[in-house]
């Protein structure tokens, strides 16, 4: 299948000193795909969505997003070209309200301006009203309509991922990173969590490129799996190849040889 | 639904504080007779400016400590133009304004890279850096001695200055006027975008926000304002010195605002009020109030981060948690 590749990573590497993250890594996701990407802890996953998403500049090689080189763009430039991104760790703005929230995820489409907004004119109260039009629909898409004046903080962490989502679609991506989003969930919110990022594929056509180390999550969800060990691809497949893949599991169980 | 009624019902009760407030500020001199106490009024006023003005950047994650450089700059920019140049009053504190903007736009885009602590640490320094200039430049700014003999403004030949009563009015126009319009900053596009950055630089980068552009205005808008309270007051005092513009200033203006919460907008207003009438109450004995404030500050920090505004909701919720009891 020789589709047009709509996220490449062309020999991406990443050296921080003497230390070198990820190598010479070269992947293309298809538009449309549910790409997983998985590795022992260190492998240089979260490197890889660093690098693409702006955080970090990548010490050599490209990165080629349907069709325009973003190497080295800074995160407002790669967000505002619809690649969003979330994250694991402040996921959400915690003293936010879950609509507020939503709401700080509009600033891109924002066009009143500064003088309209802080006049509070007809012009900027009319695109306000159509934002949160908008963002509670996406609550509603999300399920969590109920919940859109909870103080994020004050929420489970599951809910708080999920709003994320929401977040990150507000920006109309055409391809959604998405950083362990089932980490610490319990089995529940985990599928539920894994069928929302399935609808948003199915449903909106977003290509998905997810990082996760629940192995049932991202293998029952992946059309194609690349797997990342010290900072290099040793296997790239469907989820049964990888399964199966000697490589794969070697790089797994070795690490945990070489910890003890 | 609960909760919508609640914002509607405190964005009246707000609604009704600020008129109660403007009508109390509207006829305080037929009240308050006396000379001296209108003084205090105006200089409370000022510092209100001030320290609403260092809140903005504060959002973003910026305590800019030596934030009486940007009010220095405004002041001796305004009052140098206005006895040296002989311009007209109210254009000098335009350009006083102008000037800590641009010199805020240009510090901006260098410090404001750099976060937190070191970050306060800088501007403290830059403050010392200023006040040694305008201490060694003795041509241009009088040195030690300062500048003396600032014109008041003028409407018509009328000399604002020259009884306190009509300069508390247009002190109080010129406050209620910098309050509101930072007010409604905090509460637009950009101040959402502020709020943002202040949880989260990445997650809002991420986002679309570009971080140190936001940053730059909050710190330029504060340095606009800044400018303008350092030039209210040379003309308001007809005089202005280093000594007018020091660490200890900055400091206490820093005071006033964390303790009346930074939090909120009201949070600057409550702080310096309640701690200028302390100090006006300990006005015999000075050496005390340093003492004070710094008894006061210290729990403020520690247990109530939300300042004397969050005092209410506190007791409310003591209250409730009693009678659960």
């Known amino acids: 299948m020789q589709a047009m590749a709509f996220l490449e990573l062309q020999c991406l590497s990443k050296q921080f000193g003497g230390l070198t993250a990820v190598s010479e890594l070269d992947l293309a996701i298809s538009p449309g795909e549910i790409r997983g990407l998985i590795g022992p802890n260190g492998a240089g996953k979260t490197t890889v969505f660093n690098m693409i998403s702006g955080v970090y500049k990548p010490s050599e090689g490209r990165v080629i997003f349907d069709g325009e080189d973003i190497t080295g763009l800074p995160a407002h430039e790669v967000a505002k070209r619809q690649l969003s991104r979330t994250f694991q760790l402040t996921a959400v703005f915690r003293e936010f309200t879950v609509l507020r929230n939503l709401l700080a995820a509009y600033h891109l489409f924002s066009k009143a301006g500064f003088w309209n907004s802080v006049l509070n004119t007809s012009l900027s109260k009319k695109e306000e009203e159509q934002f949160m039009g908008n963002a509670l629909e996406t609550l509603r898409f999300l399920g969590i309509e109920d919940l859109k004046n909870e103080i994020a903080k004050n929420l489970p962490y599951g809910h708080q991922r999920v709003m994320s989502l929401g977040m990150a679609l507000i920006l109309k991506p055409k391809l959604l990173m998405l950083d362990e989003p089932v980490s610490g969930m319990n089995p529940q919110e985990t599928k539920n969590m894994m069928d929302r990022i399935r609808e948003t594929r199915d449903k909106k056509g977003v290509t998905i490129f997810l990082v996760e180390h629940n192995m049932k999550a991202v293998m029952g969800i992946s059309d194609q799996i690349s797997v990342l060990s010290f900072g290099k691809k040793i296997a790239e497949g469907t989820p049964q190849e990888i399964k199966a893949n000697p490589a794969v599991i070697e790089a797994y169980l070795g690490v945990e040889e070489h910890v003890a | ?325």
């Open chain 2, 1 to 325: 639904m609960n909760q919508v009624r609640a914002t509607v019902n405190s964005n009246r009760k707000n609604k009704i504080r600020v008129f109660l407030l403007l009508a109390i500020l509207l006829v305080l001199p037929l009240f308050v007779r006396s000379p001296y106490l209108l003084h205090v009024v105006i200089i409370t006023a000022l510092y209100i400016i001030l320290a609403t003005a260092l809140r903005l950047p504060l959002i973003t994650g910026r305590f800019n400590i030596g934030v009486v450089a940007f009010a220095a700059v405004g002041a001796y920019t305004s009052a140098l133009l206005a006895l040296k140049m002989g311009l007209n009053v109210w254009l000098a504190l335009l350009a006083g304004c102008a000037v800590s903007g641009v010199v805020a736009f240009g510090l901006g885009l260098i410090i404001l890279r750099v976060s937190g602590l070191y970050f306060g640490m800088l501007t403290m320094c830059l403050l010392e850096m200023l006040r040694h200039y305008l201490l060694w430049h003795r041509k241009l700014t009088g040195g030690v001695m300062g500048i003396l003999n600032i014109p008041s403004p003028t409407i018509w030949g009328f000399d604002l200055g020259a009884d306190k009563v009509p300069f508390y009015y247009l002190t109080m126009i010129v406050t209620v006027f910098s309050i509101w319009f930072i007010y409604r900053i905090e509460r637009s596009r950009a101040g959402m975008a502020f709020q943002a950055i202040g949880q989260s630089d990445l997650l809002s980068e991420h986002l679309g926000i570009h971080i140190a552009r936001y940053r730059l205005l909050a710190f330029v808008v504060s340095g606009i304002f800044a400018g303008l309270m350092g030039g209210m007051t040379a003309h308001y005092l007809h005089y202005t010195s280093p000594e007018d513009w020091t660490i200890m200033q900055s400091l206490t203006i820093q005071i006033f605002m964390v303790v009346g919460g930074r939090g909120s907008a009201w949070g600057p207003i409550v702080g310096t009020t309640v701690l200028m009438t302390l100090s006006e109450m300990l006005r015999g004995s000075k050496e005390y109030l340093p003492l004070v404030y710094g008894v006061i500050l210290i729990p403020v920090i520690l247990f109530y981060p939300r300042g004397l505004v969050g005092l209410p909701h506190s007791i409310s919720q003591w209250v409730a948690r009693r009678r659960q009891r």
